[in-house]
C-alpha cells in the first residue's frame, strides 16, 4: 500500500507535534458544515466490493464510518479512497460486533461471566481485538453490559447478568482486552459500551419494549456498569433503543447530557444504535425525521448508525438556526477525537503483521479455558461426576445438540469459524479409550423437534450403555436480538425425550447449551448430572469432555438467577425486601392446598402459591467436585467511621477428594437507608483453587465507597447505620456478622 502523506504527517510538518485538542481543532477549522456532517455518519457497507454510490459518498466526505466490512482488502480500499481522495483525506472508523470473539469463538457473554475471571475476559477479548483488528476493523460494539434480569428477553445471552457489581467488573475487563494499552496500537480496537441505557428492564422481555426505570433503580442499578465502563476509558458509546420512562434513549438529554457528559465529564464518541434516530418518530417522541435529528444532536447522539436523518436534515436546521453550528462541532471534535486516539490519521489500514494466526493453537486453548471455567454444574446426584474414562465400556451419545458446530457457537457470531467448532460427539470420539464403544443417536434433529420416531432408537443407546451423555438447549437462533421467548422450557420434545431415557435406568449426564437460563426443573428431575454450558463457542466439545471426566473441575457460578418457572419472572437476588417478605415454610405447589384451607392459612407474604419465593437455582450457585466449606468469619471491627475500611474475613476448606475451584462471594444489606435497599448487594468475590484438604483464608476490604448509594435526596453517598455481610458460595447462603457505618 502505497503510504502517501497522512493528515497527521501534512498537519505536523506545518505545525509541529501537537496535542490531541490542537490537531482535532485545527483539523475542524479547515472543514465546511457538510464536511462535518459527513463525519457524522456511519453506513453498512458489507458486501464483497464497494458499490459507485458508496465509493463516490466517501470520495466527498460523506462518511465518517462504516460497519460489516471485514474483508481486509475492502477495508483498506475504503480506507484509500478517504484517506487520499477526500477534501482532508480523514479516514474511516470501521465498526463490527465482535461480541464474543471473532474467528475464535469464546462463550456468550453470558457463559463468559459465569467464569467470574476478570482475568480470562480480558484474554479473551485481546484475541477478539486482534483478529478484527487484522480484518481491518478498529472498532467493536461490544461490552454489552445491560443489566439483565429476564430470562425471557433473547438478548441476556450477551450481557454479563443481573447484577451491577458483576457486570462492572468484567465489562471494564473486556474493555481493556480489546482497547489494550495503547489505542493506537496495531492490535487493539475500539470498545463500545452498550445499551446506555436500561435495555434491559424491556416489558415482558420483549426485545425492544418500553422501560420504566425509576430514577432510584437507574442510579442503584443500571447505570453503575456504565460509569464503570467510562473509569475504564471505554472510547464510545452505544444508545439503547429503549423508550426510557417516555424518552427513548437517542433523544434522552438527562442520560445523554446530564449523566455521561456533565456528572462523569466522558469526552469519548456517543453512537446511536442502528436507525435509532429515525425510529425516535416511530416511537412517538417526535414527527418526522428532521424533529428525529433535532431531538438526537441535543441530546447527545455524535454519530447516525444506519440512518440518514442527520445526513438529510442537519445543514438545514443548522441554516435555520434551530441547531446551533458549536453543535455541530462538539459532535464532529468526538469523531475526530476517536480517530486520533485510534491513531487512524497516521496508520489507517489493517495491520494483519501485528496480529498472530486467527484460531492459533493458544488461541483455541484459550477458548477451550473460557468454555471449562463457565461451564456450571447444577446437579451431580451421588457424586457421580467425575466419570473415570478408563472404566467405561459403552456410552450413549443422545440428544439435537450433541454435535452441532454452527449451533454451540451461540448469537453473533458473523466472523465464527464454524468448520473449527469441535462438538462434545466430535470431542468423544477424539478423546474415549479406544476400547469404549460409543452409540450416537441425534434423535430429535433440531431442539425445536417434535418428531419422536428416533425415541426407541435413544431409549436402546441408553439401555445398552454406562452412562448416557444427553445434550439439549437451544439452537443459537432462540437467542440474541429479538428473539425473546415467553416460554423458557426446553424447545421440542426434549423434555419427553429426557423423561423416557431417564426411565430406562441407566445414569443420565445432561448438558444444557443455551443463550439464556431455561427452567428446567423437569431437567434435575431426570438427570443425575446436570452441567449448564450457554453456548461454549469453538472448543465447547473438548471442554466438556475434560469436565465430565475429571480432567478440569468444574468452577463456573450463575451470574443470573434461575426462575423454577416463567411466571416467577422478573425474579433476581438482589430485589426489595417488600414489607412482607416470604419465609420457606410457604407451600410450593397448589396441589398441597388442603380442601376447604381459609383464606389466611398460607400466611401473607410476597410468593407465589404453586413456585413458593425461591428460585430454581439462586445467583452465584455451582458446584464443584469438591466439598467446600466456610468457616470462621471474621471482621477486624464492628463500627466503622465514614473514612475507615471494614477487613472481613473467612476460610474456606476443600474437605473433599478432588481438587476444586471456589468463587467466594461477599454481599451486604444496607438495613436500613432513605430509601429501600436491596436484601443482598454483591461487592466483592475471589476465586480460589483448594487441594483436597486445603484451606485458605479469603480477605475482603469494604470501604465506604463500597457502602455508598442513589440516595433519596438524588445525591450519591453513605447514610450512618447497619449493615449485614456475608461471605458464601452464593446469594442464597454464607456466612453473616453485622457492623455499623458511623455518622
Ligand atoms: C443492532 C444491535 C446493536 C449492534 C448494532 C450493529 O441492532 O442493537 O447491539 O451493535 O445493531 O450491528
Known amino acids: 500500500m502505497t503510504k502517501t502523506m497522512s493528515v497527521l504527517d501534512r498537519t505536523q510538518e506545518e505545525t509541529g507535534p501537537e496535542s490531541e485538542d490542537d490537531f482535532v481543532r485545527a483539523l475542524l477549522s479547515k472543514m465546511s458544515l457538510e464536511d462535518k456532517i459527513g463525519q457524522l455518519q456511519q453506513v453498512d457497507a458489507s458486501g464483497d466490493t464497494?458499490?459507485?454510490?458508496?465509493?463516490?459518498?466517501?470520495?466527498?466526505?460523506?462518511?465518517?464510518?462504516?460497519?460489516?466490512?471485514?474483508?481486509?482488502?475492502?477495508?483498506?480500499?475504503?480506507?484509500?479512497?478517504?484517506?487520499?481522495?477526500?477534501?482532508?483525506?480523514?479516514?474511516?472508523?470501521?465498526?463490527?460486533?465482535?461480541?464474543?470473539?471473532?474467528?475464535?469463538?469464546?462463550?456468550?457473554?453470558?457463559?463468559?461471566?459465569?467464569?467470574?475471571?476478570?482475568e480470562l475476559i480480558e484474554a479473551c477479548a485481546r484475541v477478539s481485538a486482534e483478529e478484527a483488528?487484522?480484518?481491518?476493523?478498529?472498532w467493536t460494539f461490544s461490552p454489552m453490559i445491560d443489566i439483565s434480569r429476564d430470562a425471557r428477553w433473547g438478548r441476556i445471552a450477551e450481557s454479563f447478568g443481573e447484577d451491577p457489581f458483576l457486570t462492572a467488573t468484567l465489562g471494564a475487563s473486556m474493555i481493556r482486552g480489546y482497547q489494550g494499552e495503547d489505542l493506537s496500537a496495531p492490535n487493539t480496537i475500539a470498545a463500545c459500551a452498550k445499551h446506555f441505557v436500561g435495555y434491559g428492564a424491556s416489558e415482558s422481555g420483549r426485545d425492544y419494549d418500553t422501560t420504566n426505570i425509576p430514577l432510584n433503580e437507574l442510579h442503584n442499578i443500571y447505570l453503575p456498569p456504565f460509569k464503570a465502563a467510562a473509569d475504564a476509558g471505554v472510547a464510545t458509546f452505544m444508545t439503547s433503543f429503549g423508550d426510557i420512562d417516555g424518552v427513548p434513549a437517542s433523544g434522552n438529554e438527562y442520560i445523554l447530557k446530564n449523566v455521561l457528559r456533565e456528572s462523569w465529564q466522558y469526552d469519548g464518541l456517543v453512537v446511536s444504535d442502528w436507525d435509532s434516530v429515525r425510529q425516535l418518530s416511530v416511537h412517538g417522541l417526535t414527527d418526522g425525521d428532521r424533529n428525529a435529528a433535532k431531538e438526537a444532536v441535543s441530546a447527545g447522539v455524535d454519530m447516525e448508525m444506519a440512518g440518514s436523518a442527520y445526513a438529510a436534515h442537519l445543514a438545514d436546521l443548522v441554516a435555520d438556526g434551530e441547531i446551533d453550528l458549536s453543535r455541530v462541532n462538539e459532535l464532529t471534535e468526538n469523531v475526530l477525537r476517536l480517530k486520533f486516539r485510534l491513531g487512524l490519521f497516521s496508520a489507517p489500514y489493517a495491520r494483519p503483521e501485528a496480529c498472530t494466526l486467527p484460531c492459533a493453537q493458544e488461541k483455541l486453548d484459550l477458548a477451550k479455558q473460557a468454555a471449562i471455567e463457565s461451564t456450571v454444574l447444577l446437579e451431580n446426584k451421588g457424586g457421580l461426576l467425575p466419570l473415570d474414562a478408563s472404566r467405561m465400556n459403552r456410552v450413549a451419545v443422545i440428544g439435537p445438540m450433541s454435535d452441532q458446530p454452527y449451533e454451540q457457537l451461540g448469537t453473533w457470531i458473523f466472523d465464527g469459524d464454524e468448520a473449527l467448532s469441535q462438538t462434545p460427539l466430535a470431542a468423544f470420539r477424539a478423546s474415549l479409550p479406544a476400547h469404549v464403544q460409543l452409540d450416537y443417536v441425534q434423535t430429535l434433529e433440531t431442539t425445536r423437534?417434535?418428531?419422536?420416531?428416533?425415541?426407541?432408537?435413544?431409549?436402546?443407546?441408553?439401555?445398552?450403555?454406562?452412562?448416557?451423555?444427553?445434550?439439549?438447549?437451544?439452537?443459537?437462533?432462540?437467542?440474541?436480538?429479538?428473539?425473546?421467548?415467553?416460554?423458557?422450557?426446553?424447545?421440542?420434545?426434549?423434555?419427553?425425550?429426557?423423561?423416557?431415557?431417564?426411565?430406562?435406568?441407566?445414569?443420565?449426564?445432561?448438558?444444557?447449551?443455551?443463550?439464556?437460563?431455561?427452567?428446567?426443573?423437569?431437567?434435575?428431575?431426570?438427570?443425575?448430572?446436570?452441567?449448564?454450558?450457554?453456548?461454549?463457542?469453538?472448543m465447547s466439545g473438548p471442554a466438556l469432555y475434560e469436565l465430565i471426566f475429571g480432567l478440569a473441575s468444574p468452577s463456573g457460578r450463575l451470574p443470573v438467577t434461575f426462575p423454577k418457572m416463567v411466571g416467577q419472572i422478573p425474579i433476581y437476588y438482589n430485589h426489595k425486601s417488600t414489607g412482607r417478605p416470604a419465609s420457606d415454610n410457604q407451600i410450593t405447589h397448589i396441589d398441597d392446598i388442603e380442601v376447604g384451607a381459609k383464606q389466611t392459612s398460607f400466611g401473607m407474604t410476597a410468593f407465589h402459591l404453586d413456585a413458593g419465593f425461591r428460585p430454581l437455582f439462586p445467583f452465584g450457585f455451582g458446584l464443584s467436585y469438591g466439598k467446600i466449606v466456610y468457616d470462621d468469619l471474621q471482621l477486624d471491627r464492628h463500627q466503622i467511621s465514614p473514612n475507615e475500611s471494614i477487613r472481613i474475613s473467612a476460610r474456606i476448606t476443600n474437605c473433599g477428594k478432588y481438587a476444586a475451584s471456589e468463587t467466594a462471594q461477599l454481599y451486604i444489606r444496607d438495613v436500613a437507608a432513605s430509601v429501600t435497599r436491596p436484601v443482598r448487594e454483591l461487592k466483592s468475590f475471589q476465586k480460589i483453587h483448594l487441594q483436597p484438604g486445603e484451606t485458605e483464608t479469603v480477605v475482603f476490604e469494604l470501604t465506604e465507597r463500597d457502602l455508598a448509594f442513589y440516595r433519596r435526596n438524588k445525591s450519591v453517598g453513605t447514610e450512618p447505620g447497619e449493615f449485614q455481610v456475608w461471605v458464601g458460595a452464593n446469594a442464597d447462603a454464607g456466612l453473616t456478622a453485622r457492623f455499623v457505618l458511623e455518622a
Open 449 to 538: 423437534a417434535r418428531d419422536t420416531d428416533d425415541f426407541e432408537a435413544a431409549k436402546l443407546a441408553a439401555t445398552n450403555a454406562d452412562i448416557a451423555f444427553v445434550f439439549l438447549g437451544e439452537e443459537s437462533i432462540l437467542s440474541g436480538e429479538a428473539h425473546s421467548r415467553a416460554d423458557i422450557n426446553l424447545p421440542g420434545a426434549q423434555s419427553a425425550l429426557l423423561e423416557q431415557l431417564s426411565a430406562t435406568g441407566t445414569p443420565v449426564v445432561c448438558v444444557i447449551m443455551a443463550g439464556r437460563p431455561l427452567t428446567i426443573s423437569d431437567v434435575v428431575e431426570n438427570s443425575d448430572a446436570v452441567l449448564f454450558a450457554w453456548h461454549g463457542g469453538t
Open 133 to 138: 483488528s487484522a480484518a481491518g476493523v478498529n
Open 50 to 118: 464497494i458499490s459507485d454510490a458508496l465509493r463516490d459518498a466517501v470520495r466527498a466526505g460523506k462518511i465518517g464510518a462504516i460497519i460489516n466490512q471485514v474483508d481486509p482488502s475492502v477495508c483498506d480500499a475504503f480506507q484509500k479512497i478517504a484517506v487520499e481522495e477526500s477534501p482532508h483525506g480523514i479516514p474511516l472508523l470501521i465498526g463490527r460486533d465482535v461480541i464474543h470473539g471473532f474467528k475464535t469463538i469464546f462463550p456468550i457473554p453470558l457463559g463468559q461471566a459465569a467464569t467470574w475471571n476478570p
